[in-house]
T-cell receptor, first 114, second 109 residues
Framework: GAGVSQSPSNKVTEKGKDVELRCDPI?????LYWYRQSLGQGLEFLIY????????KSGLPSDRFSAERTGGSVSTLTIQRTQQEDSAVYLC????????????FGPGTRLLVL | QKEVEQNSGPLSVPEGAIASLNCTYS??????FFWYRQYSGKSPELIMF????GDKEDGRFTAQLNKASQYVSLLIRDSQPSDSATYLC?????????FGKGTLLTVNP
């Protein structure tokens, strides 16, 4: 009965380092989404998974960003060679998997790139 | 490009009043409409969803949808200080939600 979980909750890294952010969706949810929220801004869509495949990667801001999902469950968002403008809250959401469904959000990972 | 517009606020109402939050969207093909509440430093949580034209009530909350005008609103009756948060409008088409930037609501005791 647990909700969406994300780890770490906070991450401070130095410019140029790689980071991995993890999302564990609600059990049984086949759809998984990554969003980014910068300070005072709305939610920016990054990528959508249905099962293990990603039909929509259109929101990934650059080729430094990648994501994968394994076993139809856990997803990892990787940011390579981090830049200061990558600092934001990264939110993961999941839904049961058909269209028009509510997305349930995790608590987010706060990333700060120094 | 699909857009969802909200008044950024802040919207300030006294405790016990009705708060009215508005949202317009550009994509006429949108099929689902959501209101999320986001407290400062927290992640969005679902308040309501609506798919059909008209009103939908849930406790103190009423969502209103007018697809012809591409307009969706949220009314909060008997506003409480605990309702103070940013309210995000989200519009769905197939699997994808497009979010507005949110309206900051402050309910004054």
């Amino acid at each position: 009965g647990a909700g969406v979980s994300q780890s770490p909750s906070n991450k401070v890294t130095e410019k140029g380092k790689d980071v991995e952010l993890r999302c564990d969706p609600i059990s049984g949810h086949t759809a998984l989404y990554w969003y980014r929220q910068s300070l005072g801004q709305g939610l920016e869509f990054l990528i959508y998974f249905q099962g293990n495949s990603a039909p929509d990667k259109s929101g990934l801001p650059s080729d430094r960003f990648s994501a994968e999902r394994t076993g139809g469950s856990v997803s990892t968002l990787t940011i390579q060679r981090t830049q200061q403008e990558d600092s934001a809250v990264y939110l993961c959401a999941s839904s049961p998997g058909t269209s028009q469904e509510t997305q349930y959000f995790g608590p987010g990972t706060r990333l700060l790139v120094l | 490009q699909k857009e969802v517009e909200q008044n950024s606020g802040p919207l300030s109402v006294p405790e016990g009043a009705i708060a009215s939050l508005n949202c317009t969207y550009s994509d006429r093909g949108s099929q689902s409409f959501f209101w999320y509440r986001q407290y400062s430093g927290k992640s969005p949580e679902l308040i309501m969803f609506i798919y059909s034209n008209g009103d939908k009530e849930d406790g103190r909350f009423t969502a209103q949808l007018n697809k012809a005008s591409q307009y969706v609103s949220l009314l909060i009756r008997d506003s409480q200080p605990s309702d103070s948060a940013t309210y995000l409008c989200a519009v769905g088409s197939n699997y994808k939600l497009t979010f507005g930037k949110g309206t900051l609501l402050t309910v004054n005791p």
